[in-house]
């Protein structure tokens, strides 16, 4: 096995914590501050903030809030309740929370592990567009976990979310190239893929390219 041979799978996390933003005025005062309380590592004093504006039915104020208990940072960690916030954001078409609802369940936190839920969410999240959802259920094929193997769809999903410039899936469809999974053995195509992944500061994927170059590719 070369030193590519993995599919990766990741969350929207601490990034996308700190980068919140908002669409709809009505929410501004409490989920701005929610911001600014998080960016200056205030956690204690953004909770309230993010708390209220996920019950005025703020999609990203429910994300932040469930990142905030999947951390523990502002609140001591709870991965149930991460869950339930994870839960009202992906139910306010919040991909992202589509995305880190999906990993809870793919992981067993707080719930009986299950790729099928895991599958649901992620598939949810790849509709709205969310590259991450998109890579995760590409994997979720690659490696046939509550599906059966395919890495036919896995190449698709992984091409989505690469085309919405997600790093992580621009990478794992490089890993397909290179390994010869569900397409013809292809290591300059890999390399290409493991360079755009790699302009987009995805580590991995430039750990990938730099390998491919060494070895005379």
Known sequence: MIAFG?????KLLLSTFICLSLSNNIFANDADLCKSKIESESYIEAVPYCE?????NDSKGCFNFGVAYEL??????DYGKARIYYEKACNLNNGKGCVNLGILYED???????YQLAKTYYEKACNLNVGMGCSNLGKLYAEGQGVRQDYGVARTYLEKS???NEGYGC???????AEGQGVRQNKRIAKEYFGKACDMGHQP?????????????
């Open 6 to 10: 993995v599919i990766m799978r990741t």
């Open 52 to 56: 209220k504006a996920c019950n005025l």
């Open 72 to 77: 523990g940072v502002g609140v001591r960690q």
């Open 108 to 114: 067993g936190h707080s719930v009986k592990r299950d």
């Open 162 to 164: 690469c085309n919405l």
């Open 171 to 177: 990478r794992n469809l490089g890993v397909l190239y």
């Open 205 to 217: 994927g430039c750990d990938d390219y730099r390998y491919l170059n060494e070895n005379g590719w």
